[in-house]
Nanobody
Framework: RLVQSGGGLVQSGGSLRLSCAASGFTLEHYAIGWFRQAPGQQEREGVLCDSSRTGTTTYADSVKGRFTFSRDNAKNTVYLQMNSLTPEDTAVYYC???????????????WSQGTQVTVAS
């Protein structure tokens, strides 16, 4: 399973870091996607996906240059560093693990429980 931590309330322009720790499997072997679901949105929006096969991280245009993904394989944990946050980043954030970055959301093998990120203006 994936256990997520971090999140909370931050002022616009601030930073937060989210963590996702895996148990029962090795994150190093999986593609990792970070997603978010804003208030009133029915579907999760892809924030980024990191391919374990190619070592490439693909970011959504809305977060490029502000969000950074990283892995700590020794801790079996992945991170999402979020800088220059704006109220438009307010959402519940989730991490997911699957074999491929191209997988559809419903195909992901593992999901975290999600955490709320609220950015105050």
């Amino acid at each position: 399973r994936l256990v997520q931590s971090g999140g909370g309330l931050v002022q616009s322009g601030g930073s937060l870091r989210l963590s996702c720790a895996a148990s029962g499997f090795t994150l190093e072997h999986y593609a990792i996607g970070w997603f978010r679901q804003a208030p009133g949105q029915q579907e999760r929006e892809g924030v980024l996906c990191d391919s374990s096969r190619t070592g490439t991280t693909t970011y959504a245009d809305s977060v490029k240059g502000r969000f950074t993904f990283s892995r700590d394989n020794a801790k079996n944990t992945v991170y999402l560093q979020m800088n220059s946050l704006t109220p438009e980043d307010t959402a519940v954030y989730y991490c997911g693990a699957d074999a491929f970055c191209g997988s559809l959301i419903h195909e992901y093998d593992f999901w975290s429980q999600g955490t709320q990120v609220t950015v105050a203006s």
